[in-house]
């Protein structure tokens, strides 16, 4: 196994085909291919399925993809670090948050330090989040209430509490309501990989009640305009609310839950200059 081989297998998978990979590595096609073909051929392991319009990873390529990734990041950590009193953070910084509304006092800190960096930032549950950060497709995650995870370093972002929300026009804008009195109302709840929903059913188990939704959505935003239109309840972190005036908090009277807010990443990943740079301006934050 050479080095080159495990680069022109890297630069397909990560490209999506042997073309745009061999451009992103200045070789030719050919030379690309018989890099890729000898390493399968030397390891009898099939790494793509292949055919006329598209390249697929295999299970065992899938496998390989996640080490190679570790790998390639390891090398631009040690080269960042050998050129780090030198330069200046530059490169891409990829975050997927629960809610961007959590980063970005952060945010703003970090670009003030390092202005060259370009910063992506997705949104997803927790289970997105976690299941990005591992496979190496996000350097920092933000999440809800995190339980142990001995992979991952986390910095708390403080907590907020968790509310209805009605829209403005409907019959229940007004007051607070108990956990006995969601039942018998229309329930506009994220999907099950969603902290907020985990952390008001484990509430309504624990009195003694069931909630059925009347209507399940993937996403806080879809939650956001389902709720607005007066099809039903929805719940979110007050923080998250911000100043949408079609919607009204109900505050839940007789439960206290509160939606933490962690900033993750890899423990293994904690050094590299981008990561430590932003760990640092949330701790400064």
Known sequence: MRYSQLRAFHAVA???????????????QPALSEQVRKLEQDHDTLLFHRDRRQVRLTEAGEALFLLTKRFFDAEASIADHLSQSR??????????????????????????????VLVSVETGNTETV??????????????????EAAD????????SPIVAIAGRDTPWAGGG????????????????????????EEAAR?????????????????????????????????????????LVPLP??????RMPETLVCLSMRAEQPMIRAFIRAARNS
């Open 14 to 28: 990560l490209h999506g085909g042997f073309s745009r990979a061999a451009a992103a590595l200045n070789q030719t």
């Open 87 to 116: 330069a200046a953070l530059s490169g891409r910084l990829r975050i997927v948050a629960d809610s961007a509304r959590h980063i970005t006092p952060v945010l703003a800190r970090f670009r003030e330090k390092a202005p060259d």
């Open 130 to 147: 976690l299941a990005r950060l591992r496979n190496y497709d996000a350097e920092i995650g933000v999440l809800g209430s995190l339980g």
């Open 152 to 159: 991952l370093v986390s910095v708390d972002l403080g907590d």
């Open 177 to 200: 309501l108990r956990l006995s009195d969601l039942p018998k109302l229309p329930l506009v709840m994220r999907e099950k990989g969603s902290r907020t929903r985990h952390q008001l």
């Open 206 to 246: 624990g009195a003694g009640l069931r909630l059925a939704p009347s209507v399940e959505v993937d996403g806080r935003e879809a939650m956001r305009e389902v709720v607005a239109s007066g099809a039903g309840i929805g719940f979110i972190s007050r923080a998250e609310m911000g100043e949408d005036r079609r």
């Open 252 to 257: 839940l009277i007789d439960v206290d839950l």
